[in-house]
């Protein structure tokens, strides 16, 4: 349960470590966009620390921080309702992430599947930072007293870890510091899985280009690349039942009720029974409604680099005076001398 002293406020946050893709935009950027009408403030990140636990080229690194945070502002968030942050401009998330690296478990991280999935059978060349992400992670939520993340499926895990980390810091102090975090986790599309395979996560650093939808991608391209994912031969079933163990169906059906902000069952309702050769260009179509406004967008902020820096640079300096005194008060707790 989430301590009902804290403010409602909601971070979340994505990683520039390539361009947005359609399941960022449907697991979690739609829902910040709507999170910033309800009853929360909202603090929304470039988490560019975190993308650095896996190798990033410097200049891809600042044009993909600039093209996500441009991707952020043409998908609604607004600088006037939601404060927008570069990580890596907002010093205390690493600061207080040093004190979670001291209250976390070596055996708590070992366990998280992204490490694993990541890490691969090589652990031993990975980064610290990658193994020790989850407590940045946490530190982004925990330094808003944050009591609500919307993100997607992939994430849950290390929300739990946040949870444990904030429970564990106010126990072995003995406060009530921070809060117990809420993960949100909804909407028919928070898992969107590979165009060309529909066992493995929609991914910006998976090797094939096909296997995403890029949210910069053209309507010719979102087309081509929904024409090709890949299927099985059956027609559409008429209730989501019928999807089972047919993950690829399953993933544009889900894709194609997301985007039309429906139910599975009610998109079944319209699109039950249709062969994939019938469906793939309804979903293309609606697809590109949906997506092309955004990346022309995205395109127009492009042009003007520095006006998304200034508004970074404006949201650094509303975050911090949130982040500053949470600091100063976990500094105290822990009984370092100020
Ligand atoms: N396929 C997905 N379906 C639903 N939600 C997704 N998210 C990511 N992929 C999907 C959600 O997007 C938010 C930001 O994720 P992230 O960029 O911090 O890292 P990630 O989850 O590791 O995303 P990627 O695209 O797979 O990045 P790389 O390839 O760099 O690791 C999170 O809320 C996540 O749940």
Redesign the pocket.
């Known amino acids: 349960m989430t301590t009902p002293a804290f403010t409602p406020r909601v971070f979340?946050?994505?990683?520039?470590?390539?361009g947005?893709?359609?399941?960022?935009?449907?697991?979690?950027?739609r829902r910040f966009v709507q999170m910033q009408d309800e009853d929360y403030q909202t603090v929304y990140c470039m988490?560019d620390m975190?993308?650095i636990t896996?190798w990033q080229d410097p200049a891809d690194l600042r044009r993909n921080t600039r093209e996500l945070a441009a991707g952020f502002l043409a998908s609604g968030i607004d600088p006037e309702k939601s404060i927008l942050i570069n990580q890596s401009q907002v010093p205390e998330h690493a600061q207080l992430a040093w004190i979670f690296n001291c209250v976390a478990r070596m055996g708590w991280m070992g366990r998280m599947t992204?490490w694993k999935d990541?890490a691969g059978k090589n652990a031993e060349a990975a980064s610290l930072g990658l193994f020790a992400y989850p407590a940045l992670m946490a530190a982004d939520i925990l330094i808003y007293h944050a009591t609500h993340?919307?993100?997607?499926?992939?994430?849950k895990q290390h929300l739990e870890l946040t949870r444990d980390i904030a429970m564990k810091f106010n126990h072995d102090y003995k406060v009530d510091f921070f809060p117990v975090t809420e993960p949100v986790?909804e909407g028919a599309?928070?898992?969107?899985?590979?165009l060309r395979d529909g066992s493995k996560?929609?991914?910006?650093?998976?090797p094939s280009d096909a296997s995403?939808i890029n949210m910069t991608d053209d309507a010719d391209t979102i087309a081509k690349k929904i024409r090709k994912a890949k299927t099985d031969p059956d027609a559409l079933p008429s209730e989501a039942a019928g999807l089972d163990g047919r993950p690829e169906a399953r993933n544009l059906v889900n894709i194609y009720a997301a985007l039309n902000d429906q139910s599975v069952e009610e998109a079944l309702r319209d699109v039950g029974g249709r062969q994939f050769g019938e469906f793939k260009p309804m979903l293309a179509d609606l697809a590109v409604a949906k997506l092309s406004p955004i990346s022309t967008e995205m395109a127009r902020l492009m042009q003007e680099p520095e006006e998304i820096d200034r508004i970074l640079a404006r949201g650094a300096a509303q975050a911090r005076e949130i982040t500053v005194p949470i600091l100063e008060q976990a500094y105290e707790i822990v009984g370092m001398v100020r």
Request: no cysteine.
């Open positions: 979340s946050g994505i990683q520039p470590s390539g947005l893709t359609l399941g960022n935009y449907l697991g979690a950027l988490v975190h993308a896996v992204q990541k993340v919307p993100v997607g499926e992939d994430q986790i599309a928070t898992r969107v899985m590979s996560k929609m991914s910006k650093s998976d995403r």
